[in-house]
């Protein structure tokens, strides 16, 4: 079967190819504190990525201090496993964990800690994947960091993989092309055969490699199994910035018919997080950083079917706070998927995609009424709301989680309340995530932590470091240690 090198509709997004720069990120400023009777509810779209994590710990074992922008600090919590309670339903696959600790950084202020876990797919539930490698080969490719541990990671996935799973893998250089049609997984000789093939050279076709990789995707569709789009790059793409627009169209067109779009990032440099997010988002897939081969390991061995299979689409969240109980709040993080209070009951609002097993954390700073660490003046015309004696009375917030199950139109509804003393049993893991989050705003913007520093965020972390099988809370720490001692910028 022949394969075009590039259909009319991707043909007029070509740009120039980009020249060489520094590594880009979107710019964003942290999410401000909020005056409950003002606005009352906080509405925000999940994120699964751990992108952010990877390429701190790269910058930090370089010596250096990580790019302000690059630090998300949703995904350096997200970047860890919490035991949050494992739903049993797949029908109701998510569960939600809350705990309320004081904020670690700012006395007189609490942490509302939120914790969705979503249900993991047995093995023999698992859908058939109809999976295309799409891979970058330019001559930017060319580093140790680069193309060969791209090999070696795609050889990590392969072996995760059934049998009857097919694999094709498209290449783009000068030019895409594919190198290896639909083949099945079990055909593991031939598949690693064309990744050993693969070598570096060439400016950069990426808008031709997405169009070939989709339109194989297409044509072996399966309906009843996952259909995705694998793109392994550093993020050096030939798209104009004019073209960037109608990209993003190109790849929610195909996400709407079934095909989503998963991102590797590798290497530095030339690095375009700004584009690959933007890229993952609406082609609902997850954003990952693969700066060492244990990572490619973490993403695409213990989190394959995370990464691979989705049990719901479209989760939102949205938190309503008591104004009875609580003056003031923060989202920590989540600042590129804030959506708009309607957005949540409204299911043409797109969201973020969850994988088997995958978990969600959200981190809310608050400041308790009557609290001295009060930020904000009361407004002059909001009556006070006292606290009464029905049964929201002990409530701080109550939380309400949407998503649609696969295939279906319309989202299902999970509500909880959060509670004054009445956490569920994950003090460990909140005190842990507390460090997390602490330490993401050391490196972004730390102008709401007072003096806390690097030192306390290590001892935080120490005290709460619990069960660590794989050791990434220790890494963690020394990451930390290797913050103290980092050149700026």
Do not use: C
């Not at 906080?42 to 250096?64: E, M, P, W």
């Not at 060439?202 to 009843?224: N, V």
């Not at 309503?320 to 003031?328: G, K, Y």
């Amino acid at each position: 079967m022949a394969y075009s090198m590039a259909a009319p509709e991707m043909a007029d997004m070509i740009g120039m190819p980009m020249p060489e720069s520094s590594d880009s990120f979107t710019h964003t400023d942290i999410n401000p504190v909020k005056l409950v009777s003002a606005e009352p509810v906080s509405t925000f779209s999940a994120d699964v990525d751990t992108a952010s994590y990877s390429y701190v710990r790269r910058s930090l074992n370089d010596g250096r201090l990580p790019d302000k922008d690059s630090v998300r600090l949703e995904e350096m919590v997200n970047y860890f496993d919490y035991q949050y309670l494992l739903p049993k339903n797949p029908n109701k696959p998510f569960s939600i964990s809350t705990y309320v600790q004081d904020a670690p950084w700012a006395e007189g202020r609490q942490l509302i800690h939120i914790g969705v876990q979503g249900y993991e797919l047995p093995q023999t539930a698992k859908p058939h994947a109809n999976l295309v490698f799409l891979l970058d080969v330019s001559g930017s490719m060319n580093a140790p960091d680069k193309l060969p541990l791209l090999k070696k990671s795609m050889q990590l996935l392969l072996s995760q993989l059934q049998d009857d799973d097919t694999v094709a893998i498209v290449v783009y250089a000068g030019a895409a092309g594919v190198v290896l049609p639909p083949t099945p997984a079990a055909n593991k000789v031939a598949i690693n055969q064309a990744l050993k093939n693969l070598s570096a050279g060439g400016s950069t076709a990426g808008a031709e490699g997405i169009e070939l990789a989709y339109q194989l995707a297409e044509e072996h569709f399966d309906k009843d199994g996952v259909n995705r789009i694998i793109l392994a790059t550093d993020g050096d793409f030939n798209v104009g910035l004019q073209s960037m627009q109608e990209l993003k169209n190109y790849i929610e067109r195909k996400r709407d018919r079934g095909i989503y779009l998963s991102i590797l990032g590798f290497g530095s440099g030339n690095y375009r997080d700004d584009l690959m997010q933007t890229l993952a988002q609406n082609g609902n897939g997850i954003a990952a950083y693969i700066d060492t081969l244990s990572e490619a390991r973490k993403v695409l061995v213990q989190e394959a079917s995370s990464s691979l299979f989705p049990i719901a689409t479209d989760l939102k969240l949205q938190i309503e706070f008591n104004p009875a109980r609580v003056r003031e709040y923060r989202l920590l993080g989540y600042e590129t998927r804030m959506l708009n209070r309607e957005d949540f009951n409204n299911d043409k609002v797109d969201a973020g995609d969850i994988g088997s097993g995958h978990s969600v954390t959200a981190i809310y700073e608050i400041t308790p009424v009557g609290s001295k660490a009060a930020m904000l003046d009361d407004l002059r015309y909001t009556p006070s709301a006292p606290i009464s004696s029905n049964s929201v009375s002990d409530e701080l917030a109550f939380i309400k989680l949407r998503y649609k199950l696969p295939g279906e139109d319309h989202s299902r509804l999970i509500e909880k309340a959060v509670r004054v003393n009445s956490n569920d049993d994950i003090a460990t893991d909140a005190g842990f995530a507390a460090s997390v989050a602490g330490f993401a705003q050391l490196l972004k913007d730390p102008r709401y932590l007072q003096q806390w520093n690097f030192e306390d965020a290590i001892k935080l972390a120490l005290k709460n470091r619990g069960d660590d099988p794989y050791g990434y809370r220790s890494e963690f720490v020394q990451l930390i240690r290797a913050a103290g001692t980092a050149a700026p910028m």
